[in-house]
C-alpha cells in the first residue's frame, strides 16, 4: 500500500475522530476570506474536519477527496449529513468542480496534490476576488515529545516531512502562488488519553497499522512505555492554527 493509498484505509479514516481539531480562529479567518458566491471547495477534505464546521457560515460546501474511505467516515460524523455538504469522492487534479467558488481550502493536504495539474484548476475554479487558504495546526507538546518523536521516526519510512508553511514558501519562491496574508491562532488546548494519542498516530500515512504491519505492536509498546515513564494516562498540549492565503499563478 502505497503512502498516500493508506487513507483509502477503513480503519484511518476512523481513526481520524482522534486528530485535534482545529481552533475556532481558523474558522474566524476563513469566514473573513469567503466572498460571492459563499460556496467553498474543500480539496483533500478527509472526513470533513474543516467542511463540516465550514457551514457555519458558507452557503455550502464541495468537499472533494480520492478516498471512498473518508467521506463515508465523514458522512457520519457531526453535520456530515448537511444537505448543503455535498461529499465527492475525486482528485482536484481532474474531479469535476461547480465553479466558481467564493474560497476554496486545502486541510493538511497540499502535499498530496500534483501542483502542475491542481494548481491551476483551483485558480480557474475561483470566482473574482477568491483566494486558497492552506490551513493546517501545530500542536506544542511537553517535555515527553522528544521520546515520542525518537519512537517515530525509528518506525517512519520518511525521514524528514515538510510543514506546510515550508511548502507554501516554496511554491512562492517557484512562482507558482502569491502569497497575499497569514496568520497564526491563539494555542487552543486540547486532551485526550494515550490511548486515544496513539490511535491518532494510527491515523498518519507512515504510521497506519496498513504500513507498519508486524512492527504495530512494537510501536505501541514503545509509545506508552514514554507516557509511563512521564507518569501520564492522559496528555494535555496546545492546538495552533495556521492559515495562509493567496492565488495560485
Known amino acids: 500500500m502505497t503512502l498516500g493509498g493508506v487513507f483509502s484505509d477503513a480503519e484511518v479514516a476512523r481513526l481520524y475522530r482522534f486528530r485535534a481539531p482545529y481552533p475556532s480562529g481558523v474558522f474566524e479567518i476563513l469566514r473573513r476570506l469567503l466572498v460571492v458566491p459563499r460556496t467553498v471547495l474543500d480539496v483533500g477534505a478527509g ?30 460524523l457531526s453535520g456530515g449529513d448537511d444537505p448543503r455538504l455535498h461529499w465527492m469522492v475525486g482528485r482536484a487534479e481532474d474531479a469535476p468542480l461547480s465553479s466558481p467558488y467564493g474560497l476554496v481550502t486545502a486541510g493538511a493536504s497540499l502535499h498530496w496534490l500534483d501542483p502542475d495539474v491542481a494548481l491551476p484548476r483551483l485558480r480557474d475554479a475561483l470566482a473574482p476576488g477568491a483566494v486558497v487558504a492552506v490551513t493546517d495546526t501545530q500542536n506544542v507538546h511537553g517535555p515527553y515529545h522528544a521520546e515520542v518523536l525518537s519512537v517515530i521516526r525509528d518506525h517512519s519510512e520518511l525521514e524528514h516531512h515538510t510543514e506546510t508553511p515550508d511548502l507554501v514558501e516554496g511554491l512562492r519562491a517557484a512562482g507558482r502562488f502569491a502569497v497575499l496574508g497569514q496568520e497564526r491562532t491563539a494555542p487552543m488546548a486540547f486532551e485526550q488519553s494515550v490511548d486515544e494519542y496513539v490511535e491518532m498516530l494510527h491515523s498518519t500515512s507512515t504510521l497506519a497499522r496498513a504500513r507498519l504491519g508486524d512492527r504495530a505492536t512494537r510501536f505501541d509498546e514503545q509509545i506508552h512505555q514514554v507516557f509511563a515513564r512521564h507518569g501520564l494516562a492522559r496528555i494535555r498540549f496546545d492546538v495552533i492554527g495556521i492559515v495562509i492565503w493567496g492565488r495560485p499563478t
Open 47 to 76: 472526513t470533513g474536519a474543516l467542511a463540516r464546521p465550514l457551514l457555519a457560515f458558507a452557503d455550502s460546501v464541495d468537499a472533494l477527496d480520492p478516498s471512498a474511505a473518508m467521506v463515508e467516515e465523514g458522512r457520519h
